[in-house]
């Protein structure tokens, strides 16, 4: 297994394919880059180079949205493959995924489905997060999902299911701040109970995001600047656990480079606030 | 209490399918805001998600057809042709197939064939690299081995006939396009080679003998049985020019000489 802590607790941002050349070109100062890695179980091509070049100056995150931790099917050991494949291609600082499912009867969803709490998904979760685990040799770092819809046959909170999945595999936590204030206002509770069942030790990385506010519930649409109130939540976090990694994600509507820049900027002097307050 | 297969089984069946009933059985819990109403925000990001995909994978049947007529025909296809992998990029090969027979496009007969060239823009983009052939080896390949001389091919490389002209139905539907767009269908088929060689992937068309020499190639014929059938093809198939060109533009990335002299024999 790696190094517990592979990447020291500065902001980065999430690279996507529009600014790939302009990152190459400008290399700016940021401290890691996370890229989504579906978008590179590919053969070859010029997508693939270029993340080899870039990962000669930045620490590289890879971010999962397909491996479906959740499903009732049986774990897809082509795409693990895959990801094993692009992981030892890469080497990088940290290998996440989501949890949650996406596929069943074969049939793939291609979408982050909200999982219903019951100690049946929960043991499968367990299973699914070790076998990967195993696979990948290194530990992985698990997601907690934003959603718009809860079972009747939940039988824990959200927050007790991912802090069990996080304690009996021994992997990592991805937080992502703004997924659990979605579910905060879409569900109703306190975004801070939440936080305080996390077990900080093992968050490795958090996410930062925008959501969207003009329906009937927030969606999760990483295509806003950070919300103010997910800022709030993000500086209580880093209070409670100390600083960690933290990502800024953007894909739809993607805007300039600057602007996610500017949001990792805002992160960064959150972490060094508090690396000033620890010091 | 349902198995988490029931549970998976039923929301599948109510965000592809938009299936009422499966979605009652779910024991959605409610909270302010009604099942339908939840289950339907991840219909429109399940579906979205798919129309976006695939709009991007395939702009110019998009663009041929509209919007709102490609997001319908994505969402039927998503409800026939289940995606297979956890990763979307790999989805959506079979919307050619879907497309010969779907009957609302029935007007654009072509539309098959562009669907089909955009996959293989698609595919050839992020198939495997391929140093180019060693001209050195091509050199040194003695005078009598040429007639069974075996040619790798760029792993990028597709082949598409069609009885449209689909290479300038493309051209005029790319972002900024200047001057006349207009395409006359009566104009006369293609022979396409979509390559990603030294700059980036294109789009060229072929001669009658140049395709039936590349495809005889790909399916490793012997440099002389493939000449043939180019010269069969084609009066004054030039076979020089055609093989240099090929092999400066990357479709052929390696060579293979046989061991044996020995007539071929069958099985």
Redesign the interface.
């Known amino acids: 297994m790696s190094p517990a802590n592979p990447l020291p607790p500065v902001a980065g941002i999430g690279l996507r394919s529009p600014h790939v050349a302009q990152v190459r070109h400008d290399r700016p100062a940021v401290g890691w880059l996370e890229v989504h890695s579906e978008n590179y179980f590919v053969d070859g091509g010029s997508a693939l180079s270029a993340l080899e070049a870039i990962r000669a100056d930045y620490p590289i995150s890879l971010h999962g949205v397909g491996l479906s931790l959740g499903s009732a099917d049986a774990l897809d050991a082509g795409h693990l493959a895959r990801l094993k494949r692009l992981a030892d291609r890469i080497e990088p600082v940290l290998v996440s995924e989501h949890l949650c499912w996406g596929r069943i009867d074969g049939r793939h969803l291609n979408d982050l489905l909200p999982l219903p709490f019951t100690n049946e998904a929960l043991a499968l979760c367990c299973d699914r997060v070790s076998a990967v685990q195993n696979a990948l040799d290194r530990p992985l770092l698990v997601e907690n999902v934003s959603a718009y819809l809860r079972f009747e046959d939940d039988a824990m909170a959200e927050w007790e299911f991912v802090a069990a999945v996080v304690r009996r595999t021994g992997c990592k936590l991805l937080l992502d701040v703004n997924n659990i204030y979605v579910n905060a206002v879409n569900h109703g509770f306190d975004p801070l109970m939440y936080l305080a069942a996390m077990p900080g030790d093992a968050i490795a990385e958090i996410h930062l995001a925008g959501f969207d506010a003009s329906g009937a519930c927030l969606i999760d649409t990483h295509g806003a600047r950070v919300a103010p109130p997910v800022w709030a939540l993000y500086r209580a976090a880093i209070e409670r656990f100390g600083p960690k990694p933290t990502l800024i994600e953007w894909d739809t509507d993607l805007p300039a480079l600057n602007v996610l820049l500017d949001e990792a900027a805002i992160a960064r002097a959150v972490l060094e606030e508090s690396n000033a307050v620890a010091a | ?5 029931e ?3 039923g ?2 069946a109510a ?2 399918f938009g299936d009422t009933t499966a979605l009652a059985a ?4 409610g ?3 009604d ?1 339908i ?3 339907g ?2 219909r429109n ?2 579906l979205g ?2 129309r976006k ?1 695939l709009g991007a994978t395939y702009p110019v049947v998009r663009r041929l057809v509209g919007a709102p007529f490609f997001n319908a025909a994505v969402d039927a296809f998503v409800r026939a042709y ?10 959506g090969g079979e919307l050619v197939r879907f497309l010969a027979a779907y009957a609302p496009a029935r007007e654009l007969p072509y539309l098959p064939d562009v669907a089909r060239l955009e996959w293989a823009i698609d595919q050839a ?6 140093p180019p052939l060693d001209l050195a080896a091509l050199a040194a390949v003695p005078a009598d081995a040429f007639e069974r001389l075996i040619f790798v091919l760029n ?1 990028s490389a597709h082949f598409l006939a069609s009885a449209y002209p689909i290479q300038r139905i493309w051209q005029v539907n790319q972002d900024g396009f200047e001057g006349d767009d207009a395409v006359d269908l009566g104009a006369g088929g293609d022979r396409l080679l979509v390559l ?1 060689g030294a700059n ?1 992937v294109t789009i060229e068309r072929l001669g009658a003998g140049e395709h039936a020499l590349l495809t005889a190639l790909a399916r490793r014929a012997g440099l002389g049985e493939a000449a043939a059938r180019a010269a069969g093809k084609e009066d004054g198939f030039d076979l020089t020019r055609a093989l240099r060109h090929h092999v400066e533009a990357q479709t052929l990335v390696a060579i293979r000489v046989p061991a044996s002299t020995q007539p071929r024999t069958g099985r």
């Open positions: 209490m349902q198995s988490l297969r549970v998976q089984r929301f599948a965000t592809v779910l024991g959605v819990v909270g302010g805001l099942p109403a939840r289950i925000v991840y990001n399940v998600n798919y995909a289940p995606s297979r992998h956890g990763d979307v990029n790999r989805y983009a992020i198939a495997a690299d391929a792993p990603r980036g």
